[in-house]
């Protein structure tokens, strides 16, 4: 271990700022990595896996440890509560951390932290849990909703909606999918460098590459220690993008000479990759809410040395008649409950709620109604999300045709083969975890009527 660092102390921190709600789990994670780039490989692996698992798999460690706690989890000292649940996961799903070790680090973090007169107790628990461990024993399946939620730590209205919308086998298979590990998906820089040529450079590196499935020369890569640490990611010859994303930008058809605005851009990924298709001649105006989202789709503008994105600070609810029928290629990748990419942002599915979903798809609807505006008729609008949640995708589609002036596009001339059906005939493609190789993910394509 990195002389004066204590790993399980850093993982405790982050975890105590996420179940605070303080911070995003991916974005606290990446802030502590960012701010100890010293650490060894193997301490940086060790640190993302247990602050990845525990946030994955709190349920069932809550489900655990109240077997056999005195105190049950939801009443126990914020402190206490967090390093129970890191030192579980460690003991159910790190077998090369030996038991004993896992016990006495919790065991002297939590008297480091202020709590000396709950070493008893947090030896203790930990130390039955470790012996019965074998004998736990998982709701029976016979009551689904309560299996899969604790299988798949999963909070029971969620389990509850999708079984009504894809039925048990299918809901098992996203939760299921929610813990495989894809590579890192990323998309090349065409205007400095050919897929070929940087896949043989990061492999010269001795980090993995592989095409990712459904983009012509998209690639995916594991076995790398720090993304900012690559010469090749700080020269921008490639953005972090996952399929999904990349799969909205190739529907929306954009042309060379194109007039793109992108209302909720941030970080302005599908952004630049709409300039890119734009070229020269064309463009896209990138709009977001806030300096700090603005600056993002700068910096990675900036980075990747693309010249044809002006990026402004715009909310995409108010109305700017300015940009009234001014658009060939609007896209709407709105705000959404984001449960299409909870492998990557764990702490989702604890933050949200159907209150909140419905709060969510009333704000597309207010998004959509003001934005709608802007395209040329004849243009084309494309509505995204990164949720598996149909208020907020078919049910917005629905409402959407029946209220504007627009018809539904079929993406078949956009798509590979193997991701034409039905419903992309209908103009929408809903990507759903473990069924297709990517994020979860939701696209539609509408025309504007000429003469509307």
Same mark, same amino acid.
């Given at each position: 271990?990195?002389?004066?660092?204590?790993?399980?102390?850093?993982?405790?921190?982050?975890?105590?700022?996420?179940?605070?709600?303080?911070?995003?789990?991916?974005?606290?994670?990446?802030?502590?990595?960012?701010?100890?780039?010293?650490?060894?490989?193997?301490?940086?692996?060790?640190?993302?896996?247990?602050?990845?698992?525990?946030?994955?798999?709190?349920?069932?460690?809550?489900?655990?440890?109240?077997?056999?706690?005195?105190?049950?989890?939801?009443?126990?000292?914020?402190?206490?509560?967090?390093?129970?649940?890191?030192?579980?996961?460690?003991?159910?799903?790190?077998?090369?951390?030996?038991?004993?070790?896992?016990?006495?680090?919790?065991?002297?973090?939590?008297?480091?932290?202020? *709590? &000396?007169?709950?070493?008893?107790? /947090?030896?203790? +628990?930990?130390?039955?849990? =470790?012996?019965?461990?074998?004998? @736990? #024993?998982?709701?029976?399946?016979?009551?689904?909703?309560?299996?899969?939620?604790?299988?798949?730590?999963?909070?029971?209205?969620?389990?509850?909606?999708?079984?009504?919308?894809?039925?048990?086998?299918?809901?098992?298979?996203?939760?299921?999918?929610?813990?495989?590990?894809?590579?890192?998906?990323?998309?090349?820089?065409?205007?400095?460098?050919?897929?070929?040529?940087?896949?043989?450079?990061?492999?010269?590196?001795?980090?993995?590459?592989?095409?990712?499935?459904?983009?012509?020369?998209?690639?995916?890569?594991?076995?790398?220690?720090?993304?900012?640490?690559?010469?090749? *990611? &700080?020269?921008?010859?490639?953005? /972090?993008?996952? +399929?999904?994303?990349?799969? =909205?930008?190739?529907?929306?058809? @954009? #042309?060379?000479?194109?007039?793109?605005?992108?209302?909720?851009?941030?970080?302005?990924?599908?952004?630049?990759?709409?300039?890119?298709?734009?070229?020269?001649?064309?463009?896209?105006?990138?709009?977001?809410?806030?300096?700090?989202?603005?600056?993002?789709?700068?910096?990675?503008?900036?980075?990747?040395?693309?010249?044809?994105?002006?990026?402004?600070?715009?909310?995409?609810?108010?109305?700017?008649?300015?940009?009234?029928?001014?658009?060939?290629?609007?896209?709407?990748?709105?705000?959404?409950?984001?449960?299409?990419?909870?492998?990557?942002?764990?702490?989702?599915?604890?933050?949200?709620?159907?209150?909140?979903?419905?709060?969510?798809?009333?704000?597309?609807?207010?998004?959509?109604?003001?934005?709608?505006?802007?395209?040329?008729?004849?243009?084309?609008?494309?509505?995204?999300?990164?949720?598996?949640?149909?208020?907020?995708?078919?049910?917005?589609?629905?409402?959407?045709?029946?209220?504007?002036?627009?018809?539904?596009?079929?993406?078949?001339?956009?798509?590979?083969?193997?991701?034409?059906?039905?419903?992309?005939?209908?103009?929408?493609?809903?990507?759903?975890?473990?069924?297709?190789?990517?994020?979860?993910?939701?696209?539609?394509?509408?025309?504007?009527?000429?003469?509307?």
């Amino acid at each position: 271990m990195t002389k004066g660092t204590d790993i399980r102390e850093l993982a405790l921190g982050i975890l105590l700022e996420v179940s605070a709600g303080e911070e995003y789990s991916h974005i606290a994670l990446r802030n502590v990595l960012d701010k100890y780039q010293y650490l060894e490989k193997q301490e940086r692996a060790f640190l993302t896996r247990l602050v990845e698992g525990t946030l994955e798999r709190r349920i069932e460690l809550d489900y655990i440890i109240d077997q056999f706690s005195s105190v049950k989890v939801r009443k126990q000292k914020p402190v206490i509560r967090e390093l129970l649940r890191m030192s579980v996961y460690q003991l159910k799903y790190m077998d090369s951390v030996p038991d004993s070790a896992v016990c006495n680090e919790a065991v002297k973090l939590a008297q480091k932290k202020g *709590f &000396r007169q709950l070493k008893g107790f /947090v030896n203790g +628990v930990l130390r039955n849990i =470790a012996r019965n461990l074998s004998t @736990v #024993k998982l709701p029976p399946e016979k009551e689904p909703v309560r299996y899969l939620s604790v299988r798949y730590s999963m909070p029971e209205w969620m389990v509850k909606e999708w079984l009504t919308s894809y039925g048990r086998e299918q809901t098992e298979t996203m939760l299921a999918a929610f813990y495989e590990k894809e590579p890192l998906t990323i998309r090349v820089n065409r205007n400095r460098i050919s897929p070929a040529d940087l896949k043989v450079r990061l492999e010269a590196r001795g980090i993995h590459m592989r095409p990712a499935p459904y983009i012509d020369g998209a690639l995916q890569m594991d076995g790398f220690d720090y993304l900012g640490g690559l010469d090749e *990611f &700080r020269e921008g010859l490639f953005q /972090v993008q996952d +399929v999904s994303s990349m799969l =909205a930008v190739e529907i929306a058809g @954009v #042309k060379a000479g194109d007039h793109c605005i992108d209302v909720c851009a941030a970080p302005g990924g599908k952004s630049l990759y709409l300039a890119e298709k734009a070229g020269e001649t064309g463009g896209v105006d990138a709009r977001d809410l806030t300096d700090y989202k603005a600056e993002m789709i700068r910096d990675n503008a900036e980075r990747l040395g693309v010249t044809n994105v002006t990026v402004s600070v715009k909310d995409a609810c108010v109305y700017d008649e300015a940009s009234k029928e001014k658009a060939d290629v609007l896209l709407a990748d709105l705000p959404c409950s984001g449960l299409g990419v909870l492998s990557k942002k764990t702490d989702i599915k604890y933050r949200m709620s159907k209150e909140q979903q419905q709060e969510l798809q009333e704000l597309q609807r207010k998004i959509l109604s003001t934005a709608e505006a802007y395209v040329k008729p004849g243009g084309t609008l494309v509505y995204s999300t990164c949720t598996i949640n149909r208020g907020e995708n078919e049910e917005n589609v629905r409402w959407f045709l029946s209220h504007f002036p627009y018809e539904a596009v079929s993406l078949d001339d956009c798509l590979p083969e193997k991701l034409r059906s039905e419903t992309t005939k209908q103009g929408y493609l809903q990507l759903l975890p473990g069924v297709h190789q990517c994020d979860g993910f939701f696209i539609a394509k509408f025309r504007r009527k000429i003469g509307k």
